[in-house]
């Protein structure tokens, strides 16, 4: 096979890989690009995930498009359940099942996964997470005749689906190791804020705690705490972090922090191999999981890929997070910046800003009303990169 006629192969049909092509053929309508996806391939928002159950979504309902509509949309060809089981990089080829597969360039969009905490007891089997519409499927399942879901971690996702859930007329209990929600994101008093607003909307808090068990009672779970308080409930949801899905990439002898380490102009260590998205580490060990950066990601590899050459550059990009009991917006301070938080206001309309040394602005949150400065704080807030 020629080089012309080699395709790009994009691992992964999410928000990542999906961007990638979508921006790739703005520019190159002629080569072929294929798409790998571990699923089914169907196209939906990630986003939606934690959002859908009050609104009574079911996994099918949320498919924006299935993956022949999508392949058509954005001109490639997709291939369902289809995993990259080796990568040579030297050799520019990739093993998917019994077949190999060569490439001329190759974009890693491999995601992540949800993190696994090992619990004690024998309920552990029964834990669910959500990272992808097929894991929704799985816990919609098991969440749609339970009473009471127990929530482990009270950072964005598990305060997320704090809210839909209790809005959809379920029992939610939330642990946290830390004393706040979103405690390595929100100042004291910001954290407490929307602690209160999900707990005015029945959500029930033990921060301070961890799990100590989950074993087996009847069709329900028992949960014990470390400090021994124990309760029975329906579903229980593993909300501790991602996990960026570096395997294939590791095991091809490229390099590896945080997450697959790529330059200013999203390329790994190998040449022709390009990484973005939940997988990737951007710089300093700085792995963002959110839309607004993958978009502008996209665009840097999409100029890559016809041999441009473009750097990234990151504006602020603020995060909102989608729990209307307590609506809360936040730019976090860059690691280990020097500074502190100054909080004005009254809860739940609060403004937080991270001030550095010199006063300057380096980070803020803004809940309640005073999210509506969100624009002039995204101009005053510097570049994350």
């Known amino acids: ?22 921006e790739f053929r703005k520019l190159d309508s002629d080569t072929p690009v294929l798409m790998l996806s571990s699923d089914d391939g169907a ?46 990089p030297q050799e520019k080829t990739l093993r998917v099942g019994a077949e190999t597969l060569e490439y001329s360039q190759l974009v890693l969009a491999t ?33 749609d005749n339970a009473r009471h879901v127990t929530t482990i971690g009270a950072g964005l996702i598990g305060c997320e689906f704090a809210n839909d859930l209790v809005s959809a007329g379920k029992q939610v209990t939330v642990i946290d190791l830390l004393s706040w929600p979103l405690g390595r994101l929100l100042p004291q008093q ?5 602690q209160a607003g999900l707990a005015e909307l029945g959500v029930r808090w033990r921060l301070q705690q961890s799990v100590q068990s989950l074993t087996t009672h009847g ?51 190998a040449a022709d191999v390009y990484a973005l998205g939940d997988c990737a580490e951007l710089g300093a ?22 041999g441009e050459v473009a750097s990234l550059s990151l504006p ?26 100054r909080v004005s206001g009254e809860a739940p309309d609060l403004e937080c800003r991270f001030e550095g040394t010199n006063n300057e602005l380096l980070g803020c949150a803004l809940l309640g009303e ?7 704080y995204q101009r005053e807030l510097p570049p994350v990169m």
């Open 285 to 306: 060990g700085l792995v963002l999981p959110y839309i607004a950066p993958i978009l502008h990601c996209a665009k840097v590899i999409a100029k890559g890929l016809v």
């Open 316 to 341: 602020a990009m603020p995060v909102v997070v989608k729990t209307p009991a307590c609506p809360t917006i936040i730019s976090p301070p860059p690691v280990g910046a020097i500074g502190e938080w």
């Open 190 to 194: 910001a954290g407490e804020a929307l």
């Open 43 to 88: 196209g939906y928002y990630k986003p939606n995930l934690s959002k859908a159950y009050a609104t009574g979504k079911d996994a099918d309902g949320l498919i924006t498009a299935d993956a022949a509509k999508l392949a058509e949309q954005l001109g490639v060809e997709i291939r369902p359940h289809a995993m990259a089981a080796f990568l040579n």
């Open 219 to 269: 069709e329900q779970t028992s949960v014990t705490l470390a400090d021994g308080e124990q309760w029975d409930t329906d579903v229980v949801l593993s909300a501790v972090g991602l996990q960026p899905a570096t395997d294939l990439a590791r095991a091809a002898g490229i390099d590896i922090g945080n997450g697959i380490v790529v330059n200013a102009q999203l390329l790994t260590s």
């Open 370 to 376: 005073v999210g509506k400065q969100r624009m002039a």
């Open 1 to 22: 096979m020629s080089t012309a006629s080699k395709p790009v192969i994009i691992i992964g049909t999410g928000q990542a890989g999906t961007s990638v092509a979508r």
């Open 111 to 143: 995601g992540a996964y949800c993190k696994r905490i090992p619990f004690e007891g024998d309920a552990v089997q029964r834990l669910q997470s959500v990272n992808n519409r097929l894991d929704y499927s799985r816990f919609r399942a098991a969440a």
